[in-house]
Nanobody
């Protein structure tokens, strides 16, 4: 089993920045990808960014010029750096991990609120 714990959410003004962190623990040796999803009120959960073993990344087009994702293998931590935040970025952000058997793991979520 894998446990994911997120931190770093909060309330910021439009144009501000936040850094979200996700730390994995448990049976982590078989993780092959970690990333972030978000879920806004009344909308379905959507992929934001993902980083795979070897360091390749994918970032959603709507945020690719403003967000970056990185991973520290030694501490099993993934960081989502969010710059120039907009009100439409307001959502609960969830950390996600996938292992080599295509099993999925989810964190509890952290709230990000961007005011205009």
């Amino acid at each position: 089993q894998v446990r994911l714990v997120e931190s770093g959410g909060g309330l910021v003004q439009s144009g501000g920045s936040l850094r979200l962190s996700c730390t994995a623990s448990g049976s982590i040796s078989n993780i092959n990808a970690m990333g972030w999803y978000r879920e806004a009120p009344g909308k379905e959960r959507e992929l934001v960014a993902v980083i795979r073993r070897g360091g390749t990344t994918h970032i959603q087009d709507s945020v690719k010029d403003r967000f970056t994702i990185s991973r520290d293998g030694a501490t099993n931590t993934v960081v989502l750096q969010m710059d120039n935040l907009k009100p439409e970025d307001t959502a609960v952000y969830y950390c996600h991990a996938e292992n080599v058997y295509a099993h999925d793991y989810w964190g509890q979520g952290t709230q990000v609120t961007v005011s205009s």
